[in-house]
């Protein structure tokens, strides 16, 4: 039997910030919310500080609301982050982790009882399709948006990489299976930021072994298909932000960000040259930068 690890959720703030050169002060004011949904299944999410929440963050598939903890602690704003549907500590979607439509109309109602007069909605991967997919069903919830690395037709190098970590084992008999995995196929992270991924977006069973909390999120051959939004990005009428990453894991590439200008007329860029597609977790402390500065010209 492997060694059983303590885990505090609430516990790893300070590593984060040593990691990223920020000050720490203290533990920050974080608390873990539930929302129910009305049909038995609850939407859970993280509560940064005390003040209406200025943004939303929702995160990628198959991870979970820690992902932005540095990018948090360096925002120093109130927030909420969401666990999609079928991730982290929130209930499975009504028709599945991978189906955009109903997933974001139960993130909206997270949002209005959450984050009700938040200013930007920040989405990363197939948050940042969740995100479109919000700004179908309810556009008075996003009044400006940021998508990070990702477009309707992200597929770039680093797409079959994450759909390939994706498909792997479920579960793995130690922590050390499952760090060296992990190390794999994040090559752009370092060891220890991905140490405490593991331990907010996995669980450690009683013998010892360690399963995602993400529910299966592909199958083998699956590649998801986000052309039809590209019409919804054509209808955006809200300041829209794409936050790409240079290094070769992103998603995407020249051509999508080219479709993106063309398409989205509230449409802007910026280029992180030092991130591939996790630029949360590559420079999160740049990326809070960015964010503060697009939320501060509103």
């Given at each position: 039997?492997?060694?059983?690890?303590?885990?505090?959720?609430?516990?790893?703030?300070?590593?984060?910030?040593?990691?990223?050169?920020?000050?720490?002060?203290?533990?920050?004011?974080?608390?873990?919310?539930?929302?129910?949904?009305?049909?038995?299944?609850?939407?859970?999410?993280?509560?940064?500080?005390?003040?209406?929440?200025?943004?939303?963050?929702?995160?990628?598939?198959?991870?979970?609301?820690?992902?932005?903890?540095t990018v948090a602690l360096?925002?120093?704003?109130?927030?909420?982050?969401?666990?999609?549907?079928?991730?982290?500590?929130?209930?499975?979607?009504?028709?599945?982790?991978?189906?955009?439509?109903?997933?974001?109309?139960?993130?909206?109602t997270a949002i209005r009882?959450?984050?009700?007069?938040?200013?930007?909605?920040?989405?990363?991967?197939?948050?940042?399709?969740?995100?479109?997919?919000?700004?179908?069903?309810?556009?008075?919830?996003?009044?400006?948006?940021?998508?990070?690395?990702?477009?309707?037709?992200?597929?770039?190098?680093?797409?079959?990489?994450?759909?390939?970590?994706?498909?792997?084992?479920?579960?793995?008999?130690?922590?050390?299976?499952?760090?060296?995995?992990?190390?794999?196929?994040?090559?752009?992270?370092?060891?220890?930021?991905?140490?405490?991924?593991?331990?907010?977006?996995?669980?450690q069973l009683p013998d010892?072994?360690?399963?995602?909390?993400?529910?299966?999120?592909?199958?083998?051959?699956?590649?998801?298909?986000?052309?039809?939004?590209?019409?919804?990005?054509?209808?955006?009428?809200?300041?829209?932000?794409?936050?790409?990453?240079?290094?070769?894991?992103?998603?995407?590439?020249?051509?999508?960000?080219?479709?993106?200008?063309?398409?989205?007329?509230?449409?802007?860029?910026?280029?992180?040259?030092?991130?591939?597609?996790?630029?949360?977790?590559?420079?999160?402390?740049?990326?809070?930068?960015?964010?503060?500065?697009?939320?501060?010209?509103?």
């Amino acid at each position: 039997m492997s060694e059983l690890i303590d885990y505090d959720e609430f516990g790893l703030f300070e590593d984060n910030a040593r990691e990223a050169g920020l000050a720490y002060p203290g533990p920050p004011t974080v608390r873990r919310a539930a929302v129910d949904l009305g049909d038995g299944r609850a939407l859970s999410a993280l509560v940064w500080g005390t003040a209406p929440a200025e943004f939303v963050f929702l995160h990628g598939g198959g991870q979970n609301a820690h992902t932005w903890d540095t990018v948090a602690l360096a925002l120093g704003r109130p927030l909420v982050a969401i666990d999609l549907p079928g991730h982290g500590h929130s209930d499975a979607g009504r028709h599945g982790s991978r189906h955009l439509e109903s997933n974001a109309a139960d993130v909206a109602t997270a949002i209005r009882e959450l984050a009700p007069a938040a200013k930007v909605v920040v989405g990363m991967s197939w948050g940042g399709m969740t995100l479109l997919a919000l700004y179908l069903h309810a556009p008075d919830l996003v009044r400006t948006g940021v998508l990070v690395d990702v477009t309707p037709g992200a597929g770039g190098p680093g797409a079959s990489a994450i759909v390939e970590f994706l498909n792997g084992p479920e579960t793995f008999p130690n922590f050390d299976e499952i760090l060296a995995r992990t190390v794999e196929y994040n090559p752009t992270r370092t060891e220890s930021s991905l140490r405490r991924g593991i331990l907010h977006n996995a669980r450690q069973l009683p013998d010892g072994s360690w399963v995602w909390r993400h529910r299966r999120f592909a199958e083998p051959d699956w590649r998801p298909d986000f052309s039809p939004y590209w019409d919804v990005l054509s209808s955006v009428e809200v300041p829209l932000l794409l936050v790409r990453g240079m290094r070769p894991q992103s998603v995407v590439d020249d051509a999508d960000e080219a479709e993106f200008l063309a398409r989205c007329r509230t449409g802007s860029v910026i280029h992180v040259q030092e991130a591939g597609h996790s630029v949360q977790g590559d420079t999160p402390v740049e990326l809070a930068r960015i964010l503060a500065a697009f939320a501060d010209q509103r």
